[in-house]
Structure formats: structure tokens, C-alpha cells
């Protein structure tokens, strides 16, 4: 199952009751293809999704997703599972 790993901003998003499925700031997800990730971040964890992924299920502007400590540039088609995969908030301003 890949393990999703979330920085300490965006683990505000998820609800108490849903962090019992975090082991510090990882869980693991039952998913194998990214429409599966998704559909589980948004069952889990809806406040979350609802700031990372978009209505069509990719990751929203601003947010930069990472498998396997690198920047993806697309959402992966399949998940092995041993998949680290992190949402990251992007930091701006001048």
C-alpha cells in the first residue's frame, strides 16, 4: 500500500478522528492507480482533498506533488506499494 506522508501545514486538513490512521504524519492508502488514491484521500480525508485535489481528480494549483522524493510532474498512472507520495504546499510571495 503506498504511504502518503504529509508536511506539518497541511495536517491541519485532516480531522482527529482520521489522524488515528496516521503514524506521525503517514498513512497508508489502499490504492493501486492515482483514481484510487484519490477516491481514498477523499473518503479519509475530505477537507484535505478538497485542498489538494481538484473536482477532476488532479492536484490543484499551488500544491506540488511528490512520489518517491521527486516532483511529479503528472499524477502517476499506477502505485506500487511501496510508493511514498506527498502533497506539498508551494510557498510564494516576494
Given at each position: 500500500?503506498?504511504?502518503?506522508?504529509?508536511?506539518?501545514?497541511?495536517?491541519?486538513?485532516?480531522?482527529?478522528?482520521?489522524?488515528?490512521?496516521?503514524?506521525?504524519?503517514?498513512?497508508?492508502?489502499?490504492?493501486?492507480?492515482?483514481?484510487?488514491?484519490?477516491?481514498?484521500?477523499?473518503?479519509?480525508?475530505?477537507?484535505?482533498?478538497?485542498?489538494?485535489?481538484?473536482?477532476?481528480?488532479?492536484?490543484?494549483?499551488?500544491?506540488?506533488?511528490?512520489v518517491n522524493g521527486c516532483v511529479a510532474d503528472a499524477h502517476p498512472t499506477h502505485l506500487a506499494p511501496?510508493?511514498?507520495?506527498?502533497?506539498?504546499?508551494?510557498?510564494?510571495?516576494?
Amino acid at each position: 500500500m503506498p504511504i502518503l506522508t504529509l508536511p506539518g501545514p497541511l495536517l491541519r486538513f485532516v480531522s482527529e478522528s482520521a489522524c488515528t490512521n496516521f503514524s506521525g504524519r503517514s498513512a497508508q492508502l489502499d490504492a493501486a492507480t492515482w483514481a484510487e488514491l484519490v477516491q481514498v484521500v477523499r473518503e479519509r480525508y475530505p477537507t484535505l482533498a478538497s485542498h489538494v485535489i481538484d473536482e477532476g481528480g488532479t492536484v490543484r494549483n499551488g500544491i506540488i506533488l511528490v512520489v518517491n522524493g521527486c516532483v511529479a510532474d503528472a499524477h502517476p498512472t499506477h502505485l506500487a506499494p511501496s510508493d511514498q507520495v506527498s502533497f506539498i504546499a508551494q510557498i510564494s510571495g516576494g
